[in-house]
């Protein structure tokens, strides 16, 4: 089985992770774990131009391994293998595209859990995410 942890940083995906290590069992065998982070993309004009490409994926590689490193390291502790990686772009998309291309089986992702009326006017990435993908999704509050 092929499971995609979301890691975006925040304590929701801590507890995520928390939740995923205590319930491995649940799993036949040894599962493929994938842990992904998406960062938004600098936006294009001056500040890109000024930094250069070189110094934005730089920017972006150390963005992604603070937020990553801590993560992987809960589960290489216990001997679970991960596969990390980080994309650019909107993060419901970017997460869809990567599930597409890896076969992924589960997504799992921390859930902020603001309600109802605050995702319907401001949305959520979670819920952005259930609406499209085919794939099961554990949401972990």
């Known amino acids: 089985m ?3 942890l979301a890691v975006d940083g925040s304590p929701f995906t801590a507890k995520a992770a928390d939740y995923l290590l ?3 069992n649940w799993f036949q065998g040894e599962p493929e774990l994938h842990l992904l ?7 294009v004009g001056r500040a890109r131009a ?6 934005v994926e730089q920017y972006y590689r150390e963005e992604s391994a603070a937020v990553l490193d801590p993560v992987e390291k809960l ?11 980080y994309r650019t772009g909107e993060i419901d998309d970017e ?8 076969a992924i089986d589960l997504i799992v ?13 401001m949305g959520s990435t979670a819920t952005k995410v259930l609406a499209g993908t085919s794939v099961p999704v554990l949401l972990v509050r």
């Open 37 to 43: 982070h998406v960062k938004a993309p600098i936006p």
């Open 109 to 121: 992702m921390g859930s902020h859990g603001h309600g109802a009326l605050k995702n319907l006017v």
């Open 95 to 102: 997460i869809q595209a990567y599930v597409a291309e890896n």
């Open 22 to 24: 205590s319930h491995m």
């Open 50 to 55: 000024v930094l250069g490409h070189d110094e």
């Open 75 to 85: 589960f290489t502790d216990k001997n679970i293998r991960t596969h990390s990686g």
């Open 2 to 4: 092929k499971i995609l």
